[in-house]
């Protein structure tokens, strides 16, 4: 991996950080406003204040996670798309929930630094036994 593509995994990271530290500030610092996600639960496009709505939401709270399979590719000098793995803990209304999911994300340079415009995430099906 490349100084490039490790600045932007390190971002990645810290976001998610942010998440189960509870500090939606670090990580409202990090996105465009508006941003974009897109999950299971449809498409949501929100601004700063929306996403941090979102994060203090009680009823779902990421307790841990772990990332792996991290790649980065740069279709120009000023926008990152990262695609990677990650195993998440989470509390769901105070039920433990586990998910395994693809993410994806988009950076784009805005006045010399990265901020995420879009975020994907998809479920990692089951095999079949």
């Known amino acids: 991996m490349n100084k490039r593509q490790g600045e932007i995994e390190k971002l990645e990271r810290a976001f998610w950080d942010s998440m189960i530290a509870g500090k939606p500030e670090i990580a409202t610092g990090m996105l465009t406003e508006p941003a974009v996600m897109v999950s299971g639960h449809g498409a949501n496009k929100f601004d700063h204040a929306a ?58 340079k805005v006045e010399g630094d990265w901020r995420c415009v879009m975020h994907t995430e998809s479920p990692v099906e089951r095999k079949p036994h």
């Open 51 to 108: 996403y941090t709505r979102m994060a203090r939401d009680d009823r779902y709270k990421l307790v841990d996670y772990s990332i792996s399979d991290m790649d980065v590719i740069f279709p120009r000098d000023d926008v990152a798309v990262a695609t990677y793995q990650v195993d998440q803990r989470m509390e769901m209304q105070g039920k433990p929930v586990q998910m395994n999911v693809y993410d994806t994300s988009t950076w784009v």
